[in-house]
């Protein structure tokens, strides 16, 4: 397997930690999201995806875009240890709160987006953090009554095992640390995070254990 990533990408942070969780080996190759304009914007990874979005997996014939299609497929074809619950209404549930989290909060805080925010719609510094921590609030504070519900031990998003819920929180929890925001009105995710951080397949798909983290 080879991976198209970035080290501070959340999207491919959520890919890697999968891998990780599945025991799988894969080649890393890096494309810096800011350095000449954007690696990932370059004609030859535009052949590959022409989306041009991180990240991208190549498993043999199979090339697969979008971080939550590579989780599922991933998942259907390496399905040990599983990361969605068997019950369907539990399944559904974990689906929920990673959809929450990688097509509501995500998105809007985007690199993209920032970068958009400011040119050409010139916002400063300030008032691009100001949206930033605006859309964390929104969506954590849905997601920290959502854990409340689903829940079971305190340590993980979805019932009492890494789920697919779990992949895609902690590297939005990430992103709020380093955009300064405030979590203290949210103590189920933080200290759901701190549990999953520590565990070997989180730590090892951290931005800092990258081989391109600068």
Not at 66 to 73: D, R, V
Not at 119 to 133: C, F, K, M, N, Q
Not at 186 to 206: C, T
Request: proline share 7%; hydrophobic share 40%; with cysteine.
């Amino acid at each position: 397997m080879k991976l198209y990533t970035y080290f501070r990408s959340s999207a491919a942070y959520r890919v890697r930690i999968a891998l990780n969780l599945k025991g799988l080996e894969y080649e890393s190759l890096p494309r810096h999201l800011t350095r000449g304009g954007g690696e990932h914007r370059h004609g030859d990874y535009l052949s590959v995806n022409p989306q041009g979005l991180i990240p991208l997996l190549i498993d043999g014939d199979a090339t697969i875009a979008q971080s939550l299609a590579i989780i599922e497929y991933l998942e259907e074809t390496h399905p040990e240890p599983p990361l969605l619950p068997r019950a369907p209404a539990e399944r559904a549930r974990a689906r929920s709160l990673a959809l929450a989290i990688a097509c509501d909060i995500h998105p809007l805080n985007n690199l993209r987006v920032l970068d958009y925010l400011r040119t050409p719609l010139g916002h400063d510094t300030a008032v691009i953090s100001e949206w930033y921590r605006h859309w964390i609030a929104c969506g954590f504070g849905a997601l920290e009554a959502e854990a409340a519900r689903a829940c079971n031990d305190q340590l993980h998003l979805v019932g009492s095992h890494v789920t697919l819920a779990d992949v895609c929180l902690v590297p939005q929890m990430y992103n709020a640390r380093r955009f300064e925001c405030d979590l203290q009105p949210y103590p189920r995710l933080k200290r759901i995070s701190a549990h999953l951080e520590e565990l070997p397949a989180f730590a090892k798909a951290a931005p800092e254990a990258q081989p391109d983290a600068v």
